[in-house]
């Protein structure tokens, strides 16, 4: 069958023969309809996601839409190694499939799944975010970002504050609140400090890096007293690593948390793209996209288009 196929570490993948899947017990051989090419679709690939497993040769990505052999539609995570989502067919637990619903097209689930997935699993699973609580979105120009800021206003919360560098793409986000990234770290500082001081009770922080730096340490300063701040670490597109002085925890009530694969278990993230699902339509969780014939993966990976790649087989 033909795949998208990584031969070694930081190789591009190319389209070439693999070998067919074969289901074992408990699994499911499922025909490939749509999968998506998302940021972990690329870090695993590159070898750098802590998910990575570091085997090679194998076919990239983790998620998708497809038929199971009894002609059930269903959205698929993380096929059975080294099989992935970019195949003709590829072999998957049953416990890793739901059903998409039917209102739902290939693509657009497909494109959705793993950006909202990772708000949404992050509000629920580890923030416990209540309805009238104000919410901020570290990096919301990106598809994960933007999902979130409409899931956060799905999920009622009262108050929605963006960041980012796209100003104008964050004017159009219908976000309560935006703060440019562009201003120096100082003055970027004194920002954060006036919207915690009117309260913030949730941030997602898709960036890390400098941005958060400045984010903990004015939540830190200015933050409600024995009001905890919860903070979950989703991405790291700014930066792998911070500078936290520990006088930043001990004298405030942030709570820190991350929410990903191995933070949350499979079963909360597929609940969590079960829900996506339902309220995608209510709460308009769509994105720009653009499909692509597998056969053009090598060029679609490399273009830097700035839509979702939907990969179709």
Known sequence: MKAAIVRGAGQSPVYADFEEPVAGAGE??????????????????????YSASGQFPFVVGVDGVGVREDGQRVYFLLPRPPHGA??????????????????????????????????????????HLKAGETVLINGATGASGRLAVRIARHMGAARVIA????????????????????????????RFQAVFAAGVDVVVDYLWGMSAE???????????????????QVGNSSGATINL?????????????????GSVTLSGLLRAVECLFRAAGAAALTLPIRTVPLAGVEQAWADGDSRRTVFIP
């Open 28 to 49: 499911h051989l499922v025909t490939v309809r749509a999968a998506a090419l998302a940021p972990l679709v690329r870090a695993r690939a590159s070898g750098a996601h």
């Open 86 to 127: 970019m195949a003709e067919r590829t072999v998957v637990a049953a416990t890793h499939c739901i059903a998409v619903p039917e209102d739902l097209d290939d693509a657009t689930a497909a494109a959705i799944a793993n950006p909202g997935m990772s708000s949404w699993a992050a509000f629920v699973e580890r923030a």
């Open 163 to 190: 960041t980012g560098r796209n100003v104008d793409l964050l004017s159009s986000l219908g976000a309560d609140e935006i703060i440019a990234l562009n201003e120096e770290g100082d003055i970027l500082e004194q």
């Open 214 to 232: 400045r984010m903990l340490a004015a939540a830190a300063k200015v933050g409600r007293e024995g009001v905890p701040l919860r903070f979950v």
């Open 245 to 261: 002085p520990g006088a930043v925890l001990r004298s405030s009530a942030i709570e820190m948390t991350g929410s990903g694969i």
